[in-house]
């Protein structure tokens, strides 16, 4: 008989979402195990189990050699970077044909208002290496401010802010240029909190006009079209995960 695994893992080997997402809905008590509310702890088998999602039946197949797939999307902004929205706005997944969109789901975030590369993937444990804070992966970005920040103010957001009463690791941080509407930046991280840009720029006086990411670890946006998206190659991937370039 095949081994129960954790409900997370599980649920991220299906395609179905992230282990962070379920994390989310376990919390939530969203999804229930065999009728009742499921814990971070449950185990479950695929085809055995009865796992649900408010109330509706997830029918899962998870295939012992499942073909793993990534694409790469360059979000639009106004679009929500999830699987389904109950109030019916646009996500993700809207900007795929069906038959690619199924089983993929976003590796992190860039909030609603915010655009540029977003990785989407039925590979749990490629999820889990990118997003989790011991990897430390980089994330490059270009940030339009209003107003043009100091020199001490750009020193202050390189050393470490605090947000929520924990300070941010040290980020790299270079004026770009700078006119009547305001300034540029390109800022690169290693963590990802809620965010955290728009509020440090927020904290500092100058608030966020725009927002792009443009590169995750050495993969670069490069010219792909707002809305557009493609498959990772081979060398896409070493580019991915490929710290030394980071």
């Known amino acids: 008989m095949t081994a129960p695994e954790r409900l997370q893992k599980l649920l991220s080997r299906a395609g ?18 065999n009728g009742q509310p499921a814990r971070p702890g ?4 695929v085809g ?15 295939a012992a050699h499942q073909q793993r797939r990534t694409l790469l999307l360059h ?3 106004g679009v929500l970077c999830t699987c389904r929205d109950p109030q019916g706005r ?5 900007l795929l044909p069906p038959a690619v969109g199924q089983g993929l789901y976003p590796v992190g975030r860039l909030d609603q208002d915010s655009e540029g590369a977003l990785l989407l993937t039925n590979d749990g444990d490629l999820a889990l290496r990118l997003t989790h804070p011991r990897h430390g992966h980089n994330k490059t970005y270009r940030v339009w401010l209003v107003g043009v920040p100091g020199a001490a103010d750009l020193a202050a957001w390189r050393s470490g802010l605090l947000l929520d009463g924990r300070r941010t690791r040290p980020a790299q941080v270079e004026l770009e ?16 909190r809620k965010r955290q840009i728009r509020r440090i720029a927020h904290q500092l006086g100058h608030p966020v006009r ?7 670890g050495a993969l670069a946006l490069g010219s792909l079209a707002s809305g557009c998206w493609r498959w990772l190659t ?13």
Do not use: F, W, Y
Request: with cysteine; net charge positive.
């Open 16 to 33: 179905v979402m992230s282990r962070r997402q379920a994390d989310a809905l376990l919390q939530a008590g969203r999804l229930h195990l």
């Open 48 to 62: 055995v189990d009865c796992i649900t999602l408010d109330g509706r039946r997830l029918h899962l197949a998870v």
């Open 42 to 45: 449950d185990r479950a088998v």
């Open 90 to 94: 646009s996500t993700v997944l809207d």
């Open 210 to 216: 725009r927002l792009q990411r443009l590169a995750l």
């Open 75 to 77: 979000k639009p902004p």
């Open 234 to 246: 081979t060398d896409d991937m070493d580019l991915l995960l490929d710290k030394t370039s980071q």
């Open 177 to 192: 240029h700078c006119n009547a509407m305001g300034s540029c930046l390109r800022v690169v991280l290693r963590e990802g």
